[in-house]
């Protein structure tokens, strides 16, 4: 599993849809704040949250268990 943050902006998609195409699972964290939902594949699991709450970014990393993290958020 790869956590993609800021995966709904334009490169994070970009990569997010990339990942895919390849094979990789993949999770995205974004608080919309200039991302879109709809530029994401449909499949790929979402999490709308905010970087700096590190309850609910802790809890969606319990919840993934990525491998590895692809940091596109501002």
Do not use: W
Not at 6 to 25: C, D, F, H, P, T
Not at 31 to 57: C, I, K, N, Q
């Amino acid at each position: 599993m790869i956590l993609v943050t800021g995966g709904a902006g334009y490169i994070g998609s970009q990569v997010v849809k990339a990942l895919v195409e390849n094979g990789y699972r993949t999770v995205v964290v974004d608080d919309l704040s200039t991302g879109h939902r709809s530029a994401l594949p449909p499949e790929v699991p979402f999490y709308r949250v905010d970087l700096l709450l590190a309850e609910d970014l802790n809890r969606v990393l319990e919840e993934t268990r990525p491998e590895a993290v692809i940091h596109f958020a501002a």
